[in-house]
């Protein structure tokens, strides 16, 4: 049965859509555990989380024991109001059930905070119960943001899509309720709140407008992201990469690590494309969530992708990458409203289940590789400092980069751990000390080879490969400058 195209006109808008679903837990309950148990199982199916950051939050997570206990002088955890909410979650879990489940239940409810968010605020907007697009947001869950372990901002996202979804039809109680998690998704992460709110304020105005109308005030908006792109590149440092362009898309989320994620990626675009061709033909394509996805699309192609922001000793990198995991939830939002074709949806799973393939395979592999880097971590006395500057350039999602920090918990210190020293995390380096460098540029030195030892860094090991692939460390001298270690591991197949 083909959905009725809904109308545009001066009432459209997210505060106003059809209310012809319920998508809270009592609709079709069974259908919701048994999505969930199956949303969760790449949370599990591998011995440890391959995702990046995750392993250094994690290493934080312990670190924040030993400074609670006054054993690291020069670090302190320092009260900050964003960028805390999942570094708060992982710590008391990591109290109450340590750090193994810690990681696997946080990254789980984040998961599903995302995945359910994303469903209702799709469901919300386009009047239908998003079923036909799960597969869609899955993979997006686990795309590039997931596997860059930016779970602040990943789990900000979702909390903000609860919000915008609670908001489809304001009530004094719905509103309370999507102020309250505005506020949670601000102590995660303010990049996807600012942005919600621009979708919110966009909408109540274009609602009153004609469609006429709304094109204008589309193209203001565009041309304030170009003075805005101007104004910030005169007044911060600030960059902007030719790369923006395939962020635009959205459909980059599914280019996690190597080249063969490309196929996932361009089939997945593919059928976004077949779908808004079905969505135009049939005129039901609504003016404010088409919209939506023009402008967030213009933003990351416009703004600046890096900015150093005063205060900070490092700059809010990968923005425009990060949110297009917001893009890749909008399109869905677009493409809500019709339903879609058997062939449509038939696609839909053999990508979801190619692209899931992929990354079983891939982090089987990661999970191998940082096994041996366990192995050599566990051979050095407890409380060494060791760095890691091991390089894949092969991988979009750099998984090696932080291996070290989640071997080193409860063992020894990750030298080189940039969190403490970029003053964007609780955790703070506020003085030279002998468990973390306080520059960030040091950190950086470090892991990419590039850092002179000095006498107060003794003792201090260095992991290195082989030509075997065996994991071992090396003892640096002072004066002697650091190096790298290249290894493909998802090509290299060579064990130790």
């Known amino acids: ?20 679903v319920h998508f809270s837990a009592k609709h079709r309950p069974l259908w919701f555990v ?5 949303l969760l199982l790449p949370c599990y199916w591998q011995p440890r989380i391959e995702a990046g950051d995750l392993s250094s939050h994690l290493y934080n997570a312990w670190l924040a024991g030993l400074i609670q206990s006054g054993r690291t002088p020069g670090v302190q955890i320092i009260h900050q109001n964003t960028n805390v909410l999942f570094d708060l979650l992982l710590r008391a879990l990591f109290v109450s059930i340590g750090p193994a489940w810690a990681q696997r239940i946080s990254v789980s409810l984040c998961v599903l905070v995302f995945v359910w968010g994303a469903f209702a605020f799709v469901s919300a907007v386009s009047g239908r119960a998003a079923w036909q697009l799960l597969p869609c947001l899955a993979m997006l869950a686990y795309g590039w943001v997931y596997h860059m372990g930016f779970f602040n901002f990943y789990l900000a996202l979702g909390l903000c899509f609860w919000a915008m979804a609670l908001l489809r039809q304001p009530t004094v109680p719905r509103l309370a309720a999507a102020i309250a998690i505005f506020a949670a998704a601000y102590t995660a992460h303010a990049l996807p709140v600012l942005w919600s709110l621009a979708l919110l304020a966009y909408s109540w105005t274009a609602r009153r407008l004609s469609d006429r109308a709304r094109l204008g005030l589309a193209a203001g908006c565009i041309l304030l992201l170009g003075a805005a792109h101007i104004v910030l590149r005169r007044t ?7 790369i923006q362009f395939t962020s635009s898309t959205g459909a980059d989320q599914l280019q996690v690590f190597d080249g063969k994620y490309g196929l ?23 003016t404010i969530p088409l919209h939506w996805c ?31 995991l917001a893009l890749g939830v909008c399109v869905c939002v677009l493409l809500g409203s019709i339903a879609l074709r058997p062939v449509q949806r038939y696609a839909l799973a053999v990508v979801a289940l190619v692209f899931f393939g992929y990354l079983f395979r891939d982090e089987r592999r990661l999970n191998l590789f ?18 890691s500057p091991i390089l894949d350039s092969d991988l979009r999602a750099n998984a090696l980069t932080h291996m070290v920090d989640r071997a080193c918990v409860g063992r020894c210190y990750s030298y080189a751990n ?36 000095q006498p ?7 992991l290195v490969v082989a030509q075997s692939g065996e994991v071992t460390t090396q003892l640096l001298k002072s004066g002697a400058a650091s190096g790298t270690t290249e290894w493909h591991v998802l090509q290299n197949r060579r064990e130790p």
């Not at 911060?236 to 030719?242: D, E, G, K």
């Not at 922001?309 to 990968?318: D, T």
């Open 34 to 38: 048994l999505s969930s148990i199956a």
């Open 236 to 242: 911060l440092v600030s960059q902007w990469s030719i």
């Open 370 to 387: 940082e096994d041996r880097i366990d192995t050599a971590v566990a051979q050095l006395r407890a409380g060494e400092r060791v760095v």
């Open 456 to 462: 107060a860094d003794l003792p201090i090991y260095e």
């Open 294 to 324: 023009v402008l967030t699309a213009a933003g990351i192609l416009i703004l600046p992708s890096t900015i150093f922001i005063p205060g900070f000793r490092h700059s809010l990198v990968y923005i425009a990458e990060r949110m297009s």
């Open 1 to 20: 049965m083909s959905a009725q195209p809904v109308p545009s006109g001066p009432r459209e808008g997210l505060a106003n859509a059809p209310a012809r």
């Open 418 to 453: 940039y969190e403490p020293s970029t003053a964007q995390f609780r955790i703070r380096a506020l003085a030279p000390n002998p468990f973390v460098v306080a520059d960030y540029s040091d950190s950086w030195d470090l892991q990419n080879g590039k850092y002179v030892v």
């Open 264 to 286: 996932a990626m361009a089939a997945l675009m593919l059928i976004w494309a077949t779908c808004l061709a079905d969505l135009l033909h049939q005129r039901a394509a609504r």
